[in-house]
């Protein structure tokens, strides 16, 4: 069961830093810093539903046919 956790912690991470666009916010010198903590909250909040669905999914996966 902890293994399994782990599991999902990791893929969480993953899935949040492959959906961050950090190439174009942090090399860019216009992003200011209050900008820059907005887009990543917003692209946090937009994440949480796809990591529920991949949860949901390795733990049921009848529910993805």
Same mark, same amino acid.
Do not use: C, H
């Given at each position: 069961?902890?293994?399994?956790?782990?599991?999902y912690?990791?893929?969480?991470?993953i899935?949040f830093v492959?959906?961050l666009?950090?190439?174009?916010?942090v %090399?860019?010198?216009?992003?200011?810093a209050?900008?820059f903590?907005?887009?990543? %909250?917003i692209? %946090?909040?937009?994440?949480?539903?796809?990591v529920?669905? %991949?949860i949901?999914?390795s733990?049921?996966p009848?529910?993805?046919?």
């Amino acid at each position: 069961m902890k293994s399994r956790i782990r599991l999902y912690i990791l893929l969480a991470a993953i899935w949040f830093v492959i959906s961050l666009p950090l190439p174009w916010l942090v %090399g860019n010198e216009n992003v200011s810093a209050s900008s820059f903590y907005t887009i990543l %909250g917003i692209v %946090g909040i937009m994440s949480i539903p796809f990591v529920m669905l %991949g949860i949901a999914w390795s733990v049921k996966p009848e529910l993805a046919s």
